[in-house]
Each structure stands twice: as C-alpha cells, then as structure tokens.
C-alpha cells in the first residue's frame, strides 16, 4: 500500500539511501535534515510514517516526536527513531511517545526492518514487543559514539543544572533549543516553546529593539541589554548573546537573565536612599529650627503669664504662640517622616487601639463611607509610641476617605503574620520573624504604577493646592520604618487600594496605652537642677522658668562645663536637663559621667529629634525623661516633676 | 570493489548505489576537513562528531574497513595517543579515495546516459 513518509536526517548519505530504497517501493517520501526543517515540511505535508533520526543539530528526533504527540494534527503519524547510538545508548524510545526504534546499521538489514516498519504503520496496535529495539542484532557498541553520548550528557546535564535561562535560536529567529532554566523563565512548555519566534516572547514594544539588537553583530558576544532590559510577561530580563557557527550555519546562543527581583531590590534601595537623604535633611533643619521655636513659644508664654485678661496685646501674643505651635506641628511631621522622632515605646494591642479610633474615623470618614473593621481576636502585641500608630491609622483612613469621593467602603483588618526569606511582604532591610499585621483598603478610584512609586515621597500629592501637604503618607513611612517594620501598597485604577503594615511582634505584657497624659499645671519644687544647653537662648529661657517654679538652678553652655560646674559645687544635684546634640561632649555622654559623680542623678534629654548614633534607632531608655523641643512651659515643669516624683518612688 | 553486487546486497540497482557512494565521498571530504582542522585545535567535542557522523555513513554503506580504522582513533583518543590521529585520517582518506577511482568510470558512464534526480 502507498504511503505518504517523511524521513528526518541530518546525514545527507542516510536520507538519500532512506529515500531511494522507499521511492522504489511506491511510496511518497519527502525528507528534512534537521527538526526544524521537518516542522516545516509537516505544515503542508500529512505523513503516514515518519522516520526520525536521534541525534541532530538544533531539535533531535526525541524532542521532535514528543512535539509530534503534542499536537492535535499530528499526533497519530506513525513514528520510528532511527537510531545510530541504538547498542550504546540504551534508549527506551517510547517516553518520547515513538511506536519503534531501528538500529542504524549496514543498509542491507536496516533496509528489512524499514520496510516492515512502513507495512506497520497501519496496524499501530498491533506493535510487537514495544520497548525492543529492532535490529540490533551484529551491531556492536562502539567506542566512538559512546565518547560523544558521554559528552552530550555530560552538556546536558550543566545546561540542565544552569540557573542561567539559555536559548538557541537560528537565523530566522527560530527557537532550537532552550535549557530548563530557560523554560520556566519562559513559561512555556519545551514542545510549545521549540520552533518559536524567539522575539515574540518578548513585550509587543520590546520586539523591535530585541529585533535591532540581534541584528546588529557589533553585540553580539556580550551582554547586549543590561542596561537596556526587555519584559517578558511580568519579567525584567537581561540578555547576552554568544553566536555559534553549528552545522546548519551560525546560529545564536542567548543567555536569558530574570533581574526582575533584582531591579526591585535596587528600586526600593533608590527609595531608601532617597528617604534617608530628605530624612537627614529634614531632621537637621528641624533641629535648628525646634530651637528657635522653642524661644518663640515659651517667650511668648512668659509675656502671657504677664498680660492681664482684655490687654489688646495679649490677642496678638497669643496668635504669634497659635503660629508657633502650628509650625512646632508641622516640624513634628517632618521629624516623624524621616525617622528621627524620639518615640515613646509602649507594648500596645492595636486592636483596642482601632476600636479606640472608631468613633472619630467614622466621624472624619463622614457618611458616605462605610467603615469595617475585621480584628484578629488572637492578634499579638507591638512596641510602638501609641501616638504615632494612631496617626498610621488616621493618615491612611484620611488617604482612603479621598480616594472615595463617592462613598465607599474602608476596611481595617488585623492579623497575625510570619514573614520569612521566601515572603514577598519582606523587603529590603525587614528581618524575617513573627509580625503583627494590619491593613487599611478602601474601594476608592485606585492608582496607576507611576503615582503609586511616588506616594511615599514628601510633599508629593495628588490633591489640590491646598487641601493636603503630601507629608501624610511619608509620615506614615516613617514611622512604620522606626518600628522596623514593613508598608506595602497594592492599587490598581477604578480598582481601590490596600496599604499592608507588619510591625514586629512581642511577648511583653501590656503597657499604659490609652493613658493620656494628664495637662499639668505648672509645678514646682525645690531640688538642685543642672541645665545644659548650647543654644543661649533656650538655656536661658529653661533656667528663667525653672527658677520661677523654685528650683535651685545651675547651668552650663556644654558639657565640659557642667562637668567643671560639678567638681566646683559641693551640694548634691538632682536632675540633669541636657541637651542632646552639643558641641564636645554629648547630653547622653554627659549624664554617663554626672552619674558617676552622683548615682541617684535624675536625667531629662531636651530634644528636636533622636541621633540615631546617640539614642540606639531613636528609641529612649522607659526610665528617662524625655522633653520634645519646642517644650512649654507645662511641658519643661511638668517632665520635671514627672521624673523627680517617679525616681524617688 | 564490485559495485554490482554491493547494490544487489542492499536491495538497490547499481546506478542508485553508484549516486550514493559519490554523495558518501563528498561527505566525507567535509567530514575530514572538520576532522582536521578540530585535531588542530583540539576541539575534542568537534572530532567526536565528525568520527560519529562518518563512521554511521560508513558503517550504512558496508565500508568495515573505514570503521575500524575509526574505532581505532577512538582508541587513541581515549589513551591520549594524538599523534597517531593524523595518520588515521590519511588513510582513510586513501580509502576513500581509492573507491573514488574505482568509482569514477561508472559516474561518467552514467552522466553520459543522463542521471536520475534526488527525490525531496
């Protein structure tokens, strides 16, 4: 019976001994010399029979037939591996999903066996003994081809074992071979992948820049795009190129790189950089700055303690005082963005802290919005200023509330978390461990890409002039970070938005969150108090108030004098205020010395912000006193008193 | 070398055996080449190929004597003996070249009759 057969052979003596021993038998023979070509003839060409050497250039005969078995159309071709490493290699041909294998031999045997083969191929079911190879009798191993399989698998295996992704692709762009690295990196299956264009993998607007680039041979040989990186799917990919002449002409080799997960990590180092470089210079200013707001401020207070009720000057101070605190304000979220805020750490349950905050969310939120919250009832506990939590809380809420201009819904969920190396919540700088986990999502109008890489920058808002500062989420930045711990946001257009926070956990007991600070009048006493203050000014102005309240009070414009001070004063002193950041010796350097000379001396640090080489990430030691600048004058006799009383209990 | 009865053994008529013996000799000229030029360079992975690739030519076309001579270059190759590699080729090449002379009479007898196309 006529058959219509394609043999595949790279060895141009075996096709055509192949065809001329099958033409004369009637058939219709068509022949390819590599996988390739094959796929080529089989588009216009339905073989009953396909003969299919085993080893060639670029898609061997076993990869050919698996993508044979993987298509529709072609899957019922009765296939034979002819094979010439038959006695060497030990095929078991049939898990490439072949119906025979025939030893390459003399032709006069092999001949026999093609023959019946070809009569075979009607009765596929009736295949005897599968998994024998046919012809093998005479054939004897031979030494040189077991060298080559024995290089051929030794390639396979580093190619298989390379994280690298590498790509054979010839002339026309054809892909030819690909490395398991390669395929997943990919996504594709090997059969769906071989035979493909190598520049349709790529992002419609990368195609024509990969096209121009493997087109030029000035590139090739190196590493054609690390700057210049193609998307493939999701991926960021790096691409080299190394060109190989093989028996079909010069072929390409590329070598596929995923950066994706690098480029993330030097995007958030660029963030991280950035912050930290407006975080220092925001803290320096504020610094200086608290300073002189400070001199403001509590001049202002004294003249008030002055002024009687109805004098019209009295109405003009305290407008300069209503200033002055709002720019105190506006210096306390500069300092809380860029981390440098001192934060009084307490072990609290942000639980009762969201329920707290409910009935002034829903007030700020208004009626339109809808508020749920979901609460984790096993949630763990955290060690963070309460304060600053609640303004994570209040930021994000006021975010999502303008981001439903319409209404909506706002959801605040708590969970407990573990992230660990393998977590995509873990970035740059977060340790992996057991975390507490919250987030705000609201249904509002979402952002795209471009804004939501920006959203943490200061003074960066989508708002109209005037109705935000674009410090609102760089404040929650901020403190998140000083927490050490970790904010992510997932928005898309029309599609809202979810800001997810993970704060360390701890095993700590509850502290006093929810205690509010009780105003103080301002108090007095009598103990001896050594001021310590570089800036004149403010020196001055703590000394005036602290002697007002009956304090016995010395001071000293540094360090090295205060310490003199306390070699020449016979009398014991009680409590140091100092600042922190002086010329010379430092306030925390300072008490270190002064405690020596005086072991139950009380200590209270004035300061703007935390130097993190000062105060370890900002966060003071519970048993000492702590005054922000710009202090008050309840603030500055309050504290005061405060560590007086609590350390001679 | 009687071409006759080599093709009768594979099932071929002579001028069939004739086309493919003359399409084995220009193989095997390339196939020699690439022998040579990878022993120069030492390109072991080139000169395993090249032997494979002629040797399951040879062995096809019932020439034992070509595929011993290259069982015994894959002898010297494993024992490192490189020098005896060259010697090998040439006498292949003289094999074959002694079939191209035998061959030769029989290609213009049968050009001078018109030969048959390759089927593709």
């Known amino acids: 019976m006529k058959k219509k057969i394609l043999v595949v052979d790279n060895h141009p003596v075996f096709l055509k001994m192949m065809t001329t021993m099958l033409d004369k038998e009637g058939h219709i023979v068509l022949s390819a010399a590599d996988g390739l070509s094959a796929l080529a003839v089989l588009q216009n060409f339905m073989p009953d029979v396909m003969f299919l050497d085993l080893i060639m250039p670029g898609i061997g005969g076993d990869k050919l037939c698996r993508m044979i078995r993987k298509n529709p159309k072609l899957k019922d071709i009765y296939v034979v591996i002819v094979s010439a490493v038959a006695a060497e290699a030990r095929l078991n041909y049939s898990d490439c999903g072949a119906d025979a294998c025939i030893a390459k031999g003399p032709f006069n045997t092999m001949s026999k066996h093609i023959i019946a083969a070809v009569e075979q191929s009607g009765q596929k079911t009736s295949t005897p003994q599968p998994g024998v190879i046919i012809g093998l009798e005479g054939i004897y191993p031979h030494q040189i081809t077991q060298e080559l399989l024995s290089i051929k698998s030794h390639f396979d295996a580093i190619l298989g074992s390379m994280t690298e992704g590498i790509v054979e692709i010839n002339l026309e762009g054809k892909i030819i071979f690909a490395n398991p690295a390669a395929i997943s990196l990919i996504g594709l299956s090997e059969e769906n992948l071989l035979a493909s264009n190598f520049l349709e993998l790529f992002q419609e607007e990368d195609q024509k820049r990969a096209e121009e680039l493997l087109a030029n041979q000035d590139t090739w040989s190196r590493v054609i795009s690390e700057e210049s990186l193609f998307k493939m799917k999701a991926k960021v990919i790096s691409l080299g190129s190394i060109p190989i002449v093989s028996q079909g002409g010069q072929n390409l080799i590329l070598l596929l790189n995923d950066v994706s997960e690098r480029k993330r990590l030097e995007a958030q180092l660029l963030q991280a950089q950035k912050m930290e470089a407006i975080g220092t210079l925001a803290g320096g200013i504020a610094h200086d700055f608290n300073n002189l707001l400070t001199i403001i401020h509590t001049h202002c207070q004294l003249a008030l303690l002055d002024f009687k009720e109805g004098e019209v000057l009295r109405g003009k101070f305290e407008a300069i005082l209503n200033a002055a605190e709002r720019a105190a304000s506006l210096t306390r979220q500069l300092l809380v963005f860029s981390s440098r805020q001192v934060m009084e750490m307490k072990v609290i349950d942000i639980n009762h802290l969201v329920q707290d905050l409910e009935k002034m969310l829903r007030r700020v939120l208004g009626e339109d919005i809808e508020l749920i919250t979901v609460l984790d009832k096993n949630l763990g506990k955290i060690k963070a200023d309460p304060g600053q939590i609640e303004q994570v809380v209040l930021n994000l809420a006021i975010n999502a509330r303008d981001a439903m201009p319409k209404g909506g819904?706002?959801?605040?969920?708590?969970?407990?978390?573990?992230?660990?190396?393998?977590?995509?919540?873990?970035?740059?700088?977060?340790?992996?461990?057991?975390?507490?986990?919250?987030?705000?999502?609201?249904?509002?109008?979402?952002?795209?890409?471009?804004?939501?890489?920006?959203?943490?920058?200061?003074?960066?808002?989508?708002?109209?002039?005037?109705?935000?500062?674009?410090?609102?989420?760089?404040?929650?930045?901020?403190?998140?970070?000083?927490?050490?711990?970790?904010?992510?946001?997932?928005?898309?257009?029309?599609?809202?938005?979810?800001?997810?926070?993970?704060?360390?956990?701890?095993?700590?007991?509850?502290?006093?969150?929810?205690?509010?600070?009780?105003?103080?009048?301002?108090?007095?006493?009598?103990?001896?108090?050594?001021?310590?203050?570089?800036?004149?000014?403010?020196?001055k102005l703590a000394v005036e108030i602290l002697r007002r309240q009956k304090y016995k009070v010395l001071e000293a414009a540094q360090g090295e004098a205060a310490l003199l001070i306390c070699e020449e004063y016979k009398a014991p002193i009680h409590l140091l205020l100092t600042d922190v950041v002086m010329p010379g010796l430092n306030g925390p350097d300072l008490a270190r010395r002064m405690k020596y000379l005086y072991p139950g001396l009380k200590v209270i640090f004035m300061s703007g912000y935390s130097d993190k080489g000062i105060f370890q990430r900002g966060i003071l030691d519970p048993e000492t006193g702590l005054l922000q600048k710009p202090f008050s004058l309840e603030s500055l006799t309050g504290k005061v008193r405060e560590v007086l009383d609590h350390q001679s209990n | 070398m009687n071409f006759k009865v080599q093709a009768e053994k594979m099932g071929l008529d002579e001028k069939e055996y004739v086309e493919i013996v003359d399409l084995f000799i220009k193989t095997t000229a390339d196939n020699l080449r690439q022998l040579r030029s990878a022993l120069e360079t030492g390109d072991m992975s080139k000169i395993h190929q090249e032997t494979h690739s002629l040797k399951g030519a040879a062995l096809n076309l019932g020439f034992w004597e070509i595929c011993e001579i290259i069982e015994r270059m894959a002898m010297r190759i494993r024992e490192n003996s490189w020098h005896g590699l060259s010697d090998d080729i040439e006498v292949i090449q003289g094999r074959i070249d002694r079939i191209a002379d035998l061959l030769g009479p029989r290609l213009t007898e049968d050009e001078s009759k018109g030969t048959r196309g390759g089927t593709q």
Request: hydrophobic content about 35%.
């Open chain 1, 409 to 539: 819904k706002l959801i605040i969920e708590t969970a407990n978390a573990v992230l660990d190396e393998n977590s995509p919540h873990l970035q740059l700088g977060v340790a992996p461990g057991r975390y507490v986990f919250f987030s705000v999502s609201d249904t509002g109008v979402g952002m795209t890409p471009e804004i939501r890489e920006k959203i943490f920058a200061p003074f960066f808002t989508t708002k109209e002039k005037g109705k935000g500062t674009g410090l609102g989420l760089s404040i929650v930045y901020g403190i998140v970070k000083q927490c050490a711990g970790n904010i992510t946001v997932y928005s898309e257009p029309s599609h809202g938005t979810i800001f997810r926070i993970f704060l360390p956990q701890v095993d700590f007991a509850l502290g006093e969150e929810g205690q509010k600070a009780q105003k103080r009048k301002l108090l007095g006493g009598s103990e001896t108090i050594l001021v310590v203050e570089d800036e004149g000014e403010v020196r």
